[in-house]
Each structure stands twice: as C-alpha cells, then as structure tokens.
C-alpha cells in the first residue's frame, strides 16, 4: 500500500493561467474523489469517479474546473483562467466501493494564484 | 442531506488535560461517522470511524469516540493530551452507501506545556 499521491505539491501561477493537478489512488481503489480546502475549513467536496466514471460534481464547482479519470486509476484535476479565489488545497482521496471504507487522502497540492 | 457541525473552532487544553472535541452530525439515515486529524501541510489521516456495532470507538493515538443516536453526537475523547496531539480535528459523516462524505469545518487543538 503506497498510499495516495499527489503532484505537485506546490503551485504558483498567475491569474488567468492554466493548472493541473494529478492524483494517484491506492491501487486497489476505484473510488477517487477530489476536495478543494481552504484555511480554517474543511474539506468541500468537488467531484468523485467510480473507475472511470464521473458519478458526481459539486454545483457549486465552476466551469472551469475540469476533471478526468480516463483509465480508471490516476485522475487529473484541471483548473482554467485561475483567479485568485482558486488559491486553496486540494486533495484527493480514495477508497474501496465496497463495504464501509474511509477515505485515504493524499497530502495535497497547494495552489496559490498572484 | 447530511452535515455535521463541529462545537468550538480553536480548544485549548494543558499537557496531560482531558481533550474533548464535539461533533454533531444531521443525518436522514444511520449515518458512517469518522475523525481525522491533519497536521500543517500534510493531507489528512483517519482517527476512527463508526459504522455500526459497538457505539464506543477506539482509534490511535489513543483517542476514542462514543455515538449517541439521540443526541445525534459524535464527540472525541482523550484522556491525556500530549504535545504531539496538536493539530487540526475534522468530524465527518457520510451516507451508509459511503458515496458522499461531508465535513464539519474543524476544531485547532492547542496543547499547553
């Protein structure tokens, strides 16, 4: 068990940039979700794949953001035109579809946008 | 829907004190309950977790939680703090399907030498 990888950890980028963030799940898993968490809160949730399928997404996630989980094992999170309100960690974390698995998450990247 | 709310966004407690963290959850159905702990810049790692069965958890670290159906709470116990307990507590529940999970908004916990 390798755990959960993220990359990068860190990003800085200018507003109007592009980003991707990648995520590597527990092998085993095929539950991936992505979480956006930002100082002195919790996790929100984003969107979450069963395999290669995007099962949910979040209302309130914007346009921009774009995610992909094309074989069902390491899933992408890309965000278009930052602004400075994307600045914020996100996580991504896994966990077996079956029974009453936790998620494992991984350490997160952080995003700051200038 | 499900939420949880989490008592006291910063706890102070002496080395040695008992910690006490609260977590209240809202749920339509019988809920899977969980605590996490993250430290600064790290992702984070589950204490315990509730499904069903016994309604007092054991975790690491030493902490433990006890589910109580009729105050719809949730709350984590230790009985000794230690320097190392120092960090960021998260309560969360999700649905018995395990799709969705929701977190409360974090309780800081301060240690005192």
């Known amino acids: 068990d390798t755990g959960v990888s993220q990359d990068p950890r860190h990003k800085i980028t200018k507003r109007g940039q592009n980003v991707t963030f990648r995520c590597d799940p527990i092998s085993e898993h095929n539950r991936l979700y992505w979480y956006r968490q930002t100082l002195g809160q919790g996790p929100e949730f984003l969107t979450y794949f069963q395999n290669e399928a995007q099962l949910e997404k979040s209302r309130l996630l914007s346009d921009r953001f774009s995610a992909e989980r094309p074989k069902g094992s390491f899933s992408t999170l890309e965000i278009q035109r930052t602004e400075q309100g994307d600045s914020a960690m996100y996580l991504c974390?896994?966990?077996?579809?079956?029974?009453?698995?936790?998620?494992?998450f991984g350490e997160g990247s952080r995003l700051t946008v200038l | 829907a499900q939420s949880v709310t989490q008592l006291g966004s910063h706890v102070s407690v002496s080395e040695g004190a008992l910690v006490l963290l609260r977590c209240n959850y809202s749920s339509s159905v019988p809920p899977y309950l969980f605590w996490y702990v993250q430290y600064p810049n790290q992702g984070l790692q589950l204490l315990l977790k509730?499904?069903?069965?016994?309604?007092l958890v054991k975790g690491i670290n030493g902490f433990e939680a006890e589910f109580k159906k009729s105050e719809t709470s949730f709350h984590l116990t230790k009985p000794s703090a230690h320097m190392s307990d120092a960090a960021e507590y998260f309560c969360?529940?999700?649905?018995?399907?395990?799709?969705?999970?929701?977190f409360g908004t974090g309780t800081s916990l301060t240690v005192i030498p």
């Open positions: 509730y499904t069903t069965g016994a309604t």
């Open positions: 974390a896994s966990r077996k579809t079956s029974g009453t698995g936790e998620l494992f």
């Open positions: 969360a529940v999700s649905d018995s399907f395990g799709n969705q999970f929701y």
